[in-house]
Each structure stands twice: as C-alpha cells, then as structure tokens.
C-alpha cells in the first residue's frame, strides 16, 4: 500500500477513535461544541462528533462528604468550636442541574469556599442568637435551620444538602471549667435537698408513729381506768348487797345487826396484820375506839338504805 494510503487509513481509524465516548456508573459528561452547552453524555458508550464535539467536564452525581471545622459565638459572648460533617451531592441528572454544576462556578476549590463559608455563616447566625446553656441541646435545630437555609441557594448552583452532622460542640476550657462548677454545684444542692427532703420525711413519720403511739396508749389507759371504776363500783355494791342481806338476816333471827359490823372489824384487822408485811398499824382497841368505830359503820349503812 502506498503512504498516501497509510495515512488515510490512519485518519479513518483515529476519527472512529474519536468518536466514541465511555462514560463512567456515577458520572456524567458535559458536552460543549466550539465551547458552547450542547448535550449531556450518560453514564456508558456515547458517540460525538469529533473535532467538533469536545467533552467539557465529567460531573459526579456520586454523594460528597466534607468535614467543617470553625468557631461562633453566643450571645452572651461564648466561643463556641464546632466539628461537622457535610454531606451532599448533584440536586438530580436533570439537564438544568447539571449545567448548574457545570458552569457556576471556575473550579471545584470555588464551590468548596462558597460552600464551606455559606454553611458556617448560617450556623453563626442561628448560634449568636442563642445562650451558651442551651448551644449543646440544639443541634437538631441547628441542622434544621442550615438546612432550611441553604436548600434554596444550593438548588441554584445545582446541588442539595443531605445531611449535616455536629459531631462535636466544644466551648472554651475556662468555659468548660466553669460549666463542670456549675453542674457539680447543681448536683450538690440536688443531693443536699433530696437529704434534707428524706430527713423530713423519717422524722415526721416518727413523730407520726409516736403520736399514735401515745393516742394509742392513752385510750388504752382511758378503757383500762374504765374497766377498773367498773370493777370498783361493782364490788362496793355486791359488799353493800351482801352486807344489807345479813343485817336482814340478823333482824330477821332477833341479833343484833352490829355482830356482822364485829365481824367486818375483826377481819380487817386480820387482813392487816397479814399484809402488813412488818408495817406497825396503830388502832384504838379500847372498848370506846371499838363501840364509836362500829357506830360510824352503822351510820354508813343507815345513809345507803333508801328513804322509804
């Protein structure tokens, strides 16, 4: 074959070379002729026009991570560190997304500083309108607010926040210091006050317990002195039934009702001197103590019998 042929053959075969385009799973390819939009290549072998055709960029439509480190501050003046992690990616495969990604901005490092500064300004923002105390119980809120925040302007440059993750929130160390003070101090009153609450508590269930203790007694006190008037009144009226019964007895046989009288006074000088236990007793037993002790007898007897 002769050269002329050679090089023919050679321009066929990188012309068919140039043809064909092999896009990678995960990516897509901006296609632009003389510099100017004109299709998008999906994912898989795709044909172009060579020489006049040219691949732009590839795009990934893949999820991206980026990690954020930066500082805010509170509105009572806290410096607050944050640690985040940012992920996102393509907003779809659309046309309209993908040119946005493709031509808004110069290079990747330009959207990563636009990306970066926009999501630390809006946690800034929501932060320095927030106290110190309550930073570390809001970060689904703080997540909440980015989010509402720069759904808008991330569509617009064709992308979309997936998640925003605060891995860590850390003040300063002599914030921190002061913080474990305040806890520590909070956990003592608490422990203080449920000790106080608890000796509250076992003193005035004694006092409970002691004061039923005694309303107890006292009742039982009350029965028993019941029960012993009882017991006393009864005996003083089977003696008086039992001594009106003899004196009857005694009128009835003709004897004189001041035997049993005798009788009474001879026994209870025996029960004294048996239960005396070496007590000396002084009584007057002449005849006159012994007549005037019976005659006051017979005058209680007297005033015991009803009047008729």
Known sequence: MSTFALILLGLIGLTLFLCY????QGTVAVVTVFGKYRRIMSPGLNFKLPFIEA???????????????????????ANVNFKAMLVYAAFDQSEEAIKNVAFKFVDEQSLMQALVRTVEGSIRAFVATQRQAAVLSLRGEIVLHVKDQLDATLESWGYHLIDLQL??????????RSM???VASNNLKAAAENEGQALLITKTKAAEAEGNAIKIAAEAEKIAAQLRGQGVALFREEVTKGLAHAVEEMTKNNLDPAMVYFSMWTEAIKHFAEQGQGNVIF???SNEGMNKSLQQM???????RPLK
């Open 298 to 304: 017979m005058a209680m007897q007297q005033l015991q």
């Open 167 to 176: 891995n860590d929130i850390a003040f300063d160390e002599e914030i921190m």
């Open 21 to 24: 385009v092999i896009v990678p």
């Open 180 to 182: 474990a003070k305040v």
């Open 55 to 77: 691949v732009y960029k590839r795009i990934s439509i893949q999820n991206r991570s980026l990690e954020l480190n930066f500082q805010a501050i509170t509105i009572d003046q």
């Open 283 to 285: 009584l007057d037993g």
